[in-house]
């Protein structure tokens, strides 16, 4: 009766006619009986155009997942080669040379690590001070502002940051800097050799300066997730404002972590700025002037000179390296930023 | 009761120290992070400005030694480039962060956030490797394509991830109202939610295309570069930040100014097209 109702208002020149009575019979004979079809079957109580657009995206979500799948499967297969012949060889030997076609890794691996972890000895403080200033001191007129400058810093291309070291940087670093630190440690083994400009210490600053506002904004977060009633219960018990701090730190300690390693994920896959002013070296020293070399900045340089096939897959199973290594540095991160943020939801 | 406790006195000014030293200390690091900023912004201009005329927009590279010409090649490019990655990485961003927001509650949506997450922090040369081996390979000869759909690649966890955080916003009172009129909930996601949340979106896409634009390293050995007039998707393509690559590396002076004047041009190019895009958005989706 009711559907009647309903095709009546709907259709108003439709009553009384012949197809009206053929469609009022129709519900009389299906009445009080489910009709099940195909399309019923699939879909239970849904709409067909819901279950079409679940699928879809759905699907789009799944191309995000085997995205990663692919690429390390690319990597894999397309480095095979150099994976049999060298085996574990290609991280623990030092020649890379392209002509004899023999390929170790070792000081470009040592290269990624020791440029990275020198910038974060320097992007470490700054950006932690930073964050603090954000988030416990600076007024809400001025903290706008300067979180937009430093994701401003964030958001220059690397490209820039290189040429900027190349033509401001490096003459700085040749001129001043480095024959000022040759002078006052003459012996210093990490002061030696010819003061380039281009070389370790080149690199460590410039990659200092790109993680900073990465350590600097994700400090903040995790900063500010800290509950007020643990600052308010620091300044109940007398404490002054940096022994709050102290308090907020302690509380963010696994977040902080989390946001440096951050740090060290983008600063060991970081290419441009890098290859411009490091020298290009596969070579271990241990000072800070000589020239080095990071796997992102061999592949920068070499691919495309890369002629026979085992150079180009050695060049591939560093990508393949790089690709693992920066997984699991931003996994652990994401794990401990996310540790100390979801302990006060 | 002074006399009796000198430490009580010694251990309030330490600490008054300290706090002043400590906060101090804090401030002083904000301040040093804006100074690489001003410097490099100030180079780039004083630098870049110099170079900077019709030429540089209209005309194409001049050969070693000759000086003048432009980087019209390498503009109109770069922006090809940008618009083959948006292409491709803003529907699947789009669609991606949608299912995440909306049917992610699940174990494969906590999977997918995390691929997603593990993908943005993989760095953009070993993407350029992967575009390298998927599809310069199988096509035998670099293209534009080929760094197009690497930019995609780099684009897509940004543009999900705000997707996804943008349509949690949206308050579950218009989903509701939406059903209370019997739409279907497809209707509700497409024409109400997205669209609640299109500003939101449209910063990520944003952010995702100017990030885009200032990358290198995946388009050295994709696009490659191209020193001629092309715009042709299947051939090498020229492109600012390239151009700035081999302009500073390469030993003639000329060729470092104007390496100086595309990097002026290239934030220029990122500022204009977030102007364009939030004039585009503003008057389209005005509610």
Redesign the interface.
């Known amino acids: 009766m009711e559907r009647r109702l309903v095709l009546n208002k709907t259709a108003g020149d439709f009553a009384g006619s012949r197809s009206e009575y053929k469609l009022q019979n129709f519900f009389k004979k299906s009445k009080g009986k489910k009709r099940v079809t195909f399309l019923t079957k699939i879909l239970g109580n849904k ?1 067909i ?2 279950l ?3 699928r ?10 085997f ?2 799948v ?2 390390g499967w ?2 894999y297969s ?1 480095s095979t080669l150099s994976i049999k012949t060298f085996g574990l060889k290609f991280l623990i030997t030092s020649t890379w040379d392209p002509v004899a076609e023999v390929f170790g890794a070792l000081p470009v691996i040592y290269g990624t690590f020791v440029s990275s972890l020198l910038a974060l000895l320097i992007a470490f ?6 964050a ?3 988030a ?3 007024p809400g007129w001025l903290e706008k502002p ?1 979180s937009f ?2 994701e ?2 964030a ?10 070291g ?3 940087l490096v003459p700085w670093l040749r001129d001043s800097v480095e024959p000022f630190f040759q002078n006052k440690f003459p012996n210093s083994p990490l002061f030696q050799g010819a003061p380039y400009g281009f070389g370790m210490l080149a690199a460590a600053i410039i990659l200092s ?1 790109m993680v ?2 990465i350590i ?1 904004s994700i400090s903040r977060d995790v900063l500010k997730s800290v509950p007020n009633t643990q600052r308010e219960a620091a300044y109940a018990l007398g404490a ?4 709050v ?1 102290k308090v907020v730190l302690s509380n963010a300690k696994s977040g902080l972590l989390g946001a440096t390693m ?1 740090g060290l ?2 600063a ?5 700025a890098v290859t ?1 002013v490091i020298g290009n070296r596969p070579e271990i020293s241990a000072s800070l002037l000589n020239p080095s070399y990071t796997m ?1 900045s061999v ?2 340089n070499e ?2 000179e890369a002629t026979s096939d085992l150079y180009i897959s050695a ?2 199973e560093l ?1 393949l390296i ?2 693992i290594i ?2 699991m ?3 652990l991160a ?1 794990l401990l930023v996310w540790s100390t943020e979801r302990k006060w939801k | 009761m002074e006399m009796k406790f000198p430490m009580k006195k010694f251990i309030f000014y330490k600490r008054r120290t300290a706090n002043f030293v400590m906060l101090s200390l804090s401030l002083l690091a904000a301040l040093i992070t804006i100074v690489p900023l001003v410097f490099i912004f100030y180079y780039t201009i004083s630098k870049g400005i110099s170079n900077l005329n019709i030429d540089f927009f209209t005309k194409l590279p001049t050969p070693v030694g000759e000086t003048g010409g432009g980087m019209v090649n390498a503009i109109v490019g770069t922006i090809i480039l940008i618009a083959i990655g948006g292409g491709i990485g803003i529907p699947v961003g789009i669609m991606s962060g949608t299912y995440l927001s909306e049917f992610g509650k699940n174990k494969f949506g906590i999977l997918v956030r995390f691929f997603t997450d593990v993908l943005s922090g993989i760095p953009s040369i070993v993407v350029g490797v992967v575009a390298y081996t998927l599809v310069v390979i199988p096509m035998k000869h670099f293209s534009a394509l080929a760094g197009g759909i690497a930019l995609a690649i780099l684009m897509i966890p940004t543009i999900t991830r705000t997707t996804e955080e943008m349509i949690k916003l949206v308050p579950q009172s218009y989903r509701e109202a939406g059903l209370a009129l019997g739409i279907p909930k497809w209707k509700i996601t497409v024409m109400i939610v997205l669209k609640t949340a299109w500003k939101g979106i449209a910063t990520g896409i944003l952010l995702g295309l100017s990030r885009a634009a200032g990358e290198t390293a995946p388009l050295l050995f994709t696009s490659l570069g191209n020193r001629f007039w092309s715009t042709d998707i299947f051939q090498p393509i020229a492109s600012l930040t390239v151009y700035i690559y081999q302009y500073s590396t390469a030993p003639f002076k000329d060729w470092n100014d104007q390496a100086w004047t595309a990097a002026l041009a290239l934030i220029l190019l990122i500022s204009v097209l977030s102007l364009v895009f939030r004039i585009i958005t503003r008057s389209k989706y005005k509610a």
């Open positions: 709409n155009g819901d079409i657009f679940e879809l995206t759905l699907l789009f979500a799944m191309l995000v997942f995205l990663v692919l690429m690319e990597m397309n403080p700054l950006g932690i001070g930073v603090v200033f954000l416990e001191l600076a300067l400058l430093t401003l810093l958001g220059i291309p690397s490209v820039i940051y290189g040429l900027w190349i033509f401001v300066i900073l506002p600097s002054t404002k940096w022994e701090t951050l994920g983008r060991i896959g970081e290419t441009m411009m992102a592949l920068a691919f495309t060049l591939i990508a790089l690709f920066t997984i540095v931003n996994i994401r």
